[in-house]
């Protein structure tokens, strides 16, 4: 332990005539004491405060703490009669108060017993111990550290003065430590400081957080520069990027989603601090560090931003590529297109180059280069003060820490301090031994933290880090970085180590076999096909002991027996697993409770009735319970599904307002967390909506926006729903005989039964059903829960309350009646076939056609020449389930759009004043 002891002469008579300085001395001591780590105790004459000593880069804070205290004294040297500070390893001897007493004459000082005088011999210079009667050293002053000569920097002059000459982007090549990086930054600080108010040039320096370094200039005086001229918009769309980029520092694998906002980032961000620049009347540049340890990806954006960009000639762009021997790089070409000049910088200058480890540098100095260089794995220089203030260090000694290993030759540059030095982790484990464990720690603490501040974004890579610094994730962090991978489609770490056998060191042994199981249902789920899905499930259901995990098996489970329509082994597994994670704070809830909505409304294709009070509520009660769960727990990525299905179950419900302001929620949701396949098929069921309720030029807008800028590629099913749906749309909003798409999927031929009846051709429209029927699917039926399912406009939810068979032939049905009553004209055919139909399939509330099918029942009454009384019973019957379903939507506007927008809707309504209903 180590000891510290303020102490003032003449105490209580100070106290009484300058109490205001006294109380500041005090405070100012005590506040120093406490950011170096101790913990103060005032006694009746003697301020003291403990440390340990074992604590990591200790005596850098305790200089700090001196130099504070040291600072605020002599500021009051001339009112005090005498004072001392003593630091000490070993209190044996005098009582503390009579060593100080004694210390503190002829005005005092600053004094360290043998112990600590030679732990800080470093970093200040002591008086003899002889000249003190107690054999303590006495400061005389602090050490200063002045940067290294301009001597030792030759390539300077030179590199500035060719660069000068020739102005074009230039990429910088030669060996490690050759001075390039140093030279480069001198002749672009040279050039920018013609003008003070001119920022720091950004620097993107790659070997840390991948693609995610192209977001790192984005800090700092940069932004604050731009701040004062880009338009606020601007600013906020570039922090929201950037926050959302540097997330994903520690993935390996490069999403769609990040690839895409990085791409954004960076075109935006060259467009505005060029503009920037501009305003300031200064060259703008932007320096590329250590591009031979780019990754591809971010190489791909930055030489195809820089194809598009359009201030090429006002934007210099320098390169620094170390390789150790002249000659090529690979892909010299392009290269070329960004930097036209290579450089070859073979400077014989040696620097920093040790052989072996310094003893004479002191271990705090060690340390916290040996600090810099694991936090530079996994951070940018431009954190590190930030992360190790949070850790309880203060800028003040890390700034002082800086100016040190600058001195010494350790690091070269104070914005990213991490030693170039070969081998150097290698030379800090030979001198530090175990106490390398606390820097692993210390790293290790503030990765968790950043992640649980949601600062870091969870992924495999993540824990693989964390095996590799002596820890693990808890039981659930471990689950979300699978997850998160899975959801991203970065999982070839995953299924390396699965392969390599290496899973249960990063996982954990006592629970790798479960979160094996986990990811193997979880992936299957999110991109099997049917066959693979069914495949899967054959085993059987794994145990768990950790109860989260035994839930997030009984939920994947829940998603295949909702797939295979076995809604009881379903209800079964979810109830199990909402009884598990019900009282407990993790985000598997959110999920549960939205299947067991999906269960509810599978379940009503088990029912002879409906029943409005019965499981239709529980789905739209636990649908809402789900999207409050999602954003209690902060999961994006489960908000974007759960406001999927509660908007489609409001939509079946009728709430069509809700159900509009639930997959406006669900498409922002999904874009936030990268979903880009649920942001379309949210987009998809926004243009439903939208032709729900009449607004048919709105809805065709959003279908071709899909088409032309999907947020996740197109594929071939895809695409054929979307052409099906804008072909319907076509037909509402624009002409009847729109061309049906030359490929279509089952959705477009069944629209083509529909167009033909609104054509009026009623023969084709007979044909066309006639072939439809040939066309239904065969077979058992399989619905998707964890992934968008674009084999028909109709899946997700509609099929879960209304098998799909049933559906399709329903709406066939309707149209062929409807045909074959305008044929016969008064045969009893048709009308005695459809109201056979309308009497066996007991048609539901919950189905959003309802009131059509009755219409249409009315309708074909009329074509048949049917008694007045039996017309008038059927528009009273739709309209009432008209008016019934209209008085579930809570806003009165879409209500109003609703009854007088849609076509069949309108039509129905000018019947009802006919029959005098309204």
């Known amino acids: 332990m180590i000891h510290l002891h303020f102490f003032l002469r003449y105490h209580s008579q100070l106290s009484r005539i300058r109490p205001e300085l006294v109380a500041r001395l005090e405070e100012i001591s005590s506040?120093?004491?406490?950011?170096?780590?101790?913990?103060?105790?005032?006694?009746?004459?003697?301020?003291?405060?403990?440390?340990?000593?074992?604590?990591?880069?200790?005596?850098?804070?305790?200089?700090?703490?001196?130099?504070?205290?040291?600072?605020?004294?002599?500021?009051?040297?001339?009112?005090?009669?005498?004072?001392?500070?003593?630091?000490?390893?070993?209190?044996?001897?005098?009582?503390?108060?009579?060593?100080?007493?004694?210390?503190?004459?002829?005005?005092?000082?600053?004094?360290?017993?043998?112990?600590?005088?030679?732990?800080?011999?470093?970093?200040?210079?002591?008086?003899?111990?002889?000249?003190?009667?107690?054999?303590?050293?006495?400061?005389?002053?602090?050490?200063?550290?002045?940067?290294?000569?301009?001597?030792?920097?030759?390539?300077?002059?030179?590199?500035?003065?060719?660069?000068?000459?020739?102005?074009?982007?230039?990429?910088?090549?030669?060996p490690a430590l050759s001075g390039k990086r140093d030279a480069l930054r001198y002749f672009v600080k040279k050039i920018l400081s013609a003008c003070p108010q001119a920022p720091s040039p950004p620097v993107i320096r790659f070997g840390s957080g991948g693609i995610s370094c192209l977001a790192d200039p984005w800090t700092g005086d940069l932004r604050d520069a731009l701040l004062k001229i880009v338009p606020r918009e601007q600013i906020s769309e570039l922090d929201l990027l950037s926050g959302a980029i540097s997330r994903e520092r520690l993935r390996d694998e490069v999403s769609q989603n990040l690839d895409r906002k990085t791409r954004r980032f960076f075109s935006l961000f060259l467009e505005n601090y060029l503009g920037a620049m501009k305003n300031l009347k200064v060259p703008a540049f932007l320096i590329l560090e250590n591009l031979h340890l780019a990754p591809e990806p971010a190489l791909r954006i930055i030489f195809e931003v820089w194809a598009e960009f359009e201030g090429k000639k006002d934007l210099r762009v320098y390169g620094i590529f170390s390789v150790e021997k002249t000659g090529q790089i690979e892909n010299e070409e392009q290269w070329r297109n960004l930097f036209p000049q290579m450089i070859q910088t073979n400077s014989p200058e040696k620097i920093r180059t040790s052989k072996g480890p310094d003893r004479s540098l002191p271990v705090d100095l060690w340390e916290m280069a040996c600090l810099f260089q694991v936090l530079g794995n996994y951070f940018p220089g431009s954190l590190f003060t930030r992360l190790l203030v949070e850790e309880g260090k203060t800028p003040a000694m890390v700034q002082a820490a800086l100016e040190m290993l600058v001195s010494r030759g350790l690091i070269d540059d104070f914005d990213d301090p991490v030693p170039h030095i070969p081998g150097f982790l290698?030379?800090?484990?030979?001198?530090?031994?175990?106490?390398?464990?606390?820097?692993?720690?210390?790293?290790?603490?503030?990765?968790?933290?950043?992640?649980?501040?949601?600062?870091?974004?969870?992924?495999?890579?993540?824990?693989?880090?964390?095996?590799?610094?002596?820890?693990?994730?808890?039981?659930?962090?471990?689950?979300?970085?699978?997850?998160?991978?899975?959801?991203?489609?970065?999982?070839?770490?995953?299924?390396?180590?699965?392969?390599?056998?290496?899973?249960?060191?990063?996982?954990?042994?006592?629970?790798?076999?479960?979160?094996?199981?986990?990811?193997?249902?979880?992936?299957?789920?999110?991109?099997?096909?049917?066959?693979?899905?069914?495949?899967w499930f054959k085993s059987p259901l794994k145990k768990a002991v950790y109860v989260p995990y035994k839930a997030h098996i009984l939920n994947s489970h829940a998603c295949f027996f909702l797939g295979i329509g076995a809604s009881a082994q379903a209800l079964e597994a979810v109830k199990e697993a909402i009884h598990l994670s019900q009282n407990r704070s993790w985000a598997g809830l959110a999920r549960a409770?939205?299947?067991?909505?999906?269960?509810?409304?599978?379940?009503?294709?088990?029912?002879?009735?409906?029943?409005?009070?019965?499981?239709?509520?529980?789905?739209?009660?636990?649908?809402?319970?789900?999207?409050?769960?999602?954003?209690?727990?902060?999961?994006?990525?489960?908000?974007?599904?759960?406001?999927?299905?509660?908007?489609?179950?409001?939509?079946?419900?009728?709430?069509?307002?809700?159900?509009?302001?639930?997959?406006?929620?669900?498409?922002?949701?999904?874009?936030?967390?990268?979903?880009?396949?649920?942001?379309?098929?949210?987009?998809?069921?926004?243009?439903?909506?939208?032709?729900?309720?009449?607004?048919?030029?709105?809805?065709?807008?959003?279908?071709?926006?899909?088409?032309?800028?999907?947020?996740?590629?197109?594929?071939?099913?895809?695409?054929?729903?979307?052409?099906?749906?804008?072909?319907?749309?076509?037909?509402?909003?624009?002409?009847?005989?729109?061309?049906?798409?030359?490929?279509?999927?089952?959705?477009?031929?069944?629209?083509?039964?529909?167009?033909?009846?609104?054509?009026?051709?009623?023969?084709?429209?007979?044909?066309?059903?006639?072939?439809?029927?040939?066309?239904?699917?065969?077979?058992?039926?399989?619905?998707?829960?964890?992934?968008?399912?674009?084999?028909?406009?109709?899946?997700?939810?509609?099929?879960?309350?209304?098998?799909r068979t049933d559906l399709f032939t329903r709406m066939c049905c309707t149209f062929q009646s409807l045909a074959l009553a305008k044929i016969s004209r008064g045969e009893e055919e048709s009308y005695r076939s459809f109201q056979h139909f309308l009497r066996d399939d007991r048609f539901s509330e919950m189905d959003p056609n309802d009131p059509f099918y009755f219409y249409a029942w009315f309708k074909i009454l009329e074509e048949s020449g049917a008694a007045q009384v039996d017309m008038n019973t059927a528009v009273s019957m739709a309209f009432k389930r008209l008016q019934r379903r209209a008085t579930r939507i809570d806003d009165m506007e879409t209500r109003r759009d609703w009854l007088s927008l849609p076509r069949w809707n309108a039509a129905l309504s000018r019947a009802a004043r006919e029959y005098k209903l309204i």
């Open 31 to 174: 506040n120093a004491a406490y950011a170096a780590g101790g913990k103060a105790k005032k006694g009746r004459r003697l301020l003291s405060a403990t440390f340990d000593e074992n604590s990591i880069v200790f005596w850098l804070d305790m200089l700090i703490c001196l130099k504070t205290i040291d600072a605020a004294l002599k500021e009051g040297e001339r009112e005090l009669y005498g004072w001392s500070l003593c630091l000490m390893r070993d209190e044996a001897g005098r009582p503390p108060e009579e060593t100080s007493r004694i210390l503190s004459g002829g005005r005092g000082g600053i004094f360290c017993d043998s112990g600590a005088g030679e732990a800080l011999d470093a970093y200040l210079v002591f008086d003899e111990a002889a000249s003190s009667p107690t054999g303590f050293y006495k400061l005389k002053s602090f050490r200063d550290f002045p940067l290294p000569d301009e001597k030792k920097f030759p390539l300077r002059r030179k590199l500035s003065a060719f660069l000068e000459k020739t102005q074009v982007n230039a990429l910088l090549l030669g």
């Open 593 to 803: 409770y939205r299947l067991f909505a999906l269960v509810n409304l599978s379940r009503r294709r088990m029912e002879s009735s409906f029943r409005e009070s019965g499981t239709s509520g529980e789905a739209l009660e636990y649908s809402g319970f789900a999207v409050e769960n999602a954003e209690k727990s902060g999961d994006p990525d489960e908000l974007a599904i759960s406001a999927y299905y509660a908007a489609s179950i409001q939509l079946l419900f009728g709430n069509i307002s809700k159900a509009l302001r639930y997959v406006t929620q669900a498409e922002e949701s999904a874009l936030a967390a990268g979903r880009n396949n649920w942001a379309d098929r949210a987009c998809f069921l926004r243009g439903k909506i939208r032709f729900e309720t009449g607004h048919y030029r709105e809805a065709l807008i959003l279908f071709e926006r899909i088409q032309e800028k999907p947020h996740d590629g197109m594929t071939k099913e895809k695409k054929m729903l979307l052409d099906d749906w804008a072909y319907r749309t076509r037909i509402y909003s624009q002409n009847p005989l729109s061309p049906k798409p030359s490929k279509c999927g089952i959705d477009g031929h069944l629209f083509e039964i529909e167009a033909a009846w609104l054509s009026g051709n009623c023969k084709l429209a007979v044909e066309a059903a006639a072939r439809f029927s040939d066309r239904l699917p065969q077979g058992d039926e399989f619905l998707h829960i964890e992934q968008p399912d674009w084999y028909s406009g109709f899946a997700q939810c509609e099929f879960l309350l209304i098998p």
């Open 426 to 535: 290698a030379q800090a484990q030979a001198v530090l031994g175990e106490r390398m464990e606390k820097i692993h720690k210390l790293v290790l603490n503030r990765l968790l933290d950043w992640v649980k501040r949601g600062n870091l974004a969870p992924c495999f890579r993540l824990l693989e880090i964390l095996s590799g610094l002596g820890g693990t994730g808890d039981d659930e962090l471990v689950f979300r970085s699978l997850q998160a991978d899975l959801l991203n489609h970065t999982w070839s770490a995953i299924d390396r180590a699965l392969s390599e056998k290496t899973f249960k060191l990063v996982a954990g042994k006592d629970r790798a076999a479960a979160l094996e199981y986990i990811y193997g249902s979880l992936k299957v789920l999110i991109t099997g096909n049917e066959r693979d899905i069914r495949s």
